[in-house]
């Protein structure tokens, strides 16, 4: 046992090459969607090594979020209808209907399937272009490209973190955002300068500023129209989604 600060010194003085990262244990329940008392549904724990891939000589790490996430995905399952705000109605509905409803096609936040009706959508999209999922049951929403050594991980439901190689990372973005709409994807340019990288350049004037916000509230609207659902693909995800009964 020693300190870190002494290995590190050491290592400085000498030259050596040396490595640290941290140990953490993780406890998940497997099987959590089954009933109570099923021989299938159990805990499992994990010790494991917690390092930084994006922290590698010659290695990068960059953020990404996905535009209205929830919505990329269409819906599935039970047949929803909805009730719009009075002030959505068009104006034919007014003094015609007492409680129109209409059709719920996508994955809209709040409905107690959407998370993940987007999960499945999203990782059939990454799959499509190369990625894989390591380990579908220990660590899900974790992706890897064999091809482009390029780690993803999808956090909060929209954001994407990605390392590797940084002279990759540009292809892997455009890879991405060529069946998911991001943030920063604009016709014919690179996605590997993120926005909140070039926000947080000192550099930049007021009005720089309010235009890349801008574009990137807008990014949406200039990106392709959205593809199929996974079961219109034949491709399976590693996750099936137990739809909601749950009806009012």
């Given at each position: 046992m020693s300190e870190w600060k002494v290995i590190a010194d050491k290592a400085k003085k000498t030259g050596k090459k040396v490595h640290v990262g941290k140990v953490f244990e993780i406890c998940v329940e497997?099987?959590?969607?089954?009933?109570?008392g099923?021989?299938?549904r159990k805990f499992k724990g994990r010790t494991v090594f917690?390092?930084?891939?994006?922290?590698?000589p010659g290695f990068i790490t960059q953020q990404n979020d996905g535009v209205q996430a929830y919505t990329q995905a269409l819906m599935r399952g039970v047949e929803t209808w909805v009730e719009l705000p009075p002030d959505?109605?068009?104006?034919?509905?007014?003094?015609?209907?007492?409680?129109?409803?209409?059709?719920?096609?996508?994955?809209?936040?709040?409905?107690?399937?959407?998370g993940g009706l987007w999960e499945q959508y999203c990782e059939l999209m990454l799959l499509i272009v190369g990625f894989i999922v390591p380990d579908p049951e220990g660590w899900p929403s974790v992706f890897f490209h064999p091809e482009l050594k390029l780690l993803l991980i999808s956090r909060l439901c929209c954001r994407f973190q990605m390392s590797g190689p940084k002279e990759n990372m540009s292809?892997?973005?455009?890879?991405i955002a060529?069946?998911?709409?991001?943030?920063?994807?604009?016709?014919?340019?690179?996605?590997?300068?993120?926005?909140?990288?070039?926000?947080?350049?000192?550099?930049?004037?007021?009005?720089?500023?309010?235009?890349?916000?801008?574009?990137?509230?807008?990014?949406?609207?200039?990106?392709?129209?959205?593809l199929p659902p996974p079961h219109a693909t034949g491709l399976k995800t590693s996750r099936s989604l137990t739809t909601s009964t749950t009806s009012t």
């Open positions: 497997k099987g959590s969607e089954l009933p109570e099923d021989k299938l917690q390092g930084a891939y994006g922290a590698q959505r109605w068009p104006k034919e509905w007014r003094n015609k209907f007492i409680r129109p409803v209409v059709l719920l096609r996508i994955a809209l936040y709040g409905h107690p399937d959407s292809k892997g973005w455009s890879l060529s069946n998911l709409r991001l943030t920063w994807k604009l016709p014919g340019k690179s996605i590997d300068i993120l926005v909140a990288t070039m926000l947080s350049d000192t550099k930049l004037d007021s009005r720089s500023r309010i235009i890349l916000m801008l574009m990137s509230l807008t990014s949406h609207w200039l990106t392709r129209p959205r």
